[in-house]
């Protein structure tokens, strides 16, 4: 196995984490897409520096792809799957409190009990769906 | 000030999706397929991103005592790990499984101008206020409940 193949996944993560460890260092906040995507439409006023990050993500994907010339991901999947997989990972992250940034990156770092069962619980359902869908219902 | 490195700190996270392979749900769905042509892929991703956050949040952020920028540190103070904590993850996983984008590639994804980005995010935010207002609807049944003023269901 080449493992060089892996080397953009692994800064890509890198650059994750740096994004993170900044964001709580200058601003002192936990950056979790979910909670900062959720409190950036309840209260844009209170919340303007959620309207201001979540513009970078956008902008840093633009940049990447730009800069390195990386294709674009051609779109997967169906309309339902879309539908369905959007309004649950939106419904569980609101309710389960976090996501794979939140939970994954931050709260596995601040060694969270509660992150670790999470993540545990999200990446286990995960890896069950895609069974399902993969090797039982295709 | 704090607008502009808000701002970096996204720009970093964005270009971090987008080189590290969560924005392609085929990457995604290769690394949850355990059973079948396994991809590691992501493993890394994960792999990176605590490299820097593990020894960051260990280390570097107990000593200390305010952001450099902002007013305070906002840390979660929930430590109790309930039937919501889980049973929300199981939801998660099982949407992030549906499709392969969570949030954070989803709202990355805008970037690509692609309608089903759009859809995804928007649906997305649909499930959170919705969710949002469940909860707080249980919420203030059970703070009713609690202070003796309605009828258990």
Request: glycine fraction near 14%; aromatic fraction near 10%.
């Amino acid at each position: 196995m080449d493992l060089l193949q892996f080397a953009p996944a692994l800064i890509g993560g890198i650059l994750i984490g740096l994004s993170a460890a900044c964001l709580m260092y200058f601003v002192g906040h936990i950056a979790g897409i979910s909670g900062i995507t959720f409190s950036a439409v309840i209260a844009p006023k209170a919340n303007f520096w959620s309207i201001v990050f979540i513009l970078g993500v956008i902008m840093g994907a633009a940049l990447l792809h730009r800069v390195l010339n990386i294709p674009l991901p051609s779109d997967q999947g169906s309309l339902t799957s879309l539908s369905l997989g959007a309004f649950l990972v939106g419904m569980g992250t609101r309710l389960g409190s976090g996501c794979t940034s939140g939970h994954g990156i931050c709260g596995l770092a601040r060694l969270s009990p509660r992150s670790l069962v999470a993540t545990l619980t999200f990446m286990g359902c995960a890896i069950i769906t895609v069974f399902i869908r993969l090797h039982i219902l295709a | 000030m704090i607008f502009i490195v808000t701002l970096f700190c996204g720009i970093l996270f964005g270009a971090g999706m987008a080189l590290s392979g969560m924005t392609d749900t085929a990457k995604v769905v290769g690394f949850l397929d355990l059973t079948g042509a396994w991809d590691p892929t992501l493993m890394f991703v994960m792999g990176g991103g605590l490299m820097v956050t593990l020894p960051f949040f260990q280390f570097g952020l107990p000593r200390m005592s305010k952001p450099i920028l902002g007013e305070s540190f906002r840390i979660p103070l929930a430590q109790i790990i309930d039937r919501r904590l889980v049973l929300g993850a199981a939801i998660f996983g099982t949407g992030w499984g549906i499709y392969g984008y969570c949030p954070g590639p989803a709202i990355a994804s805008l970037a690509y101008g692609q309608i089903g980005s759009f859809i995804f995010v928007i649906l997305m935010i649909l499930g959170m206020c919705t969710t949002d207002l469940i909860v707080k609807t249980v919420n203030s049944h059970q703070a009713k409940l609690a202070l003796g003023r309605e009828e258990p269901t």
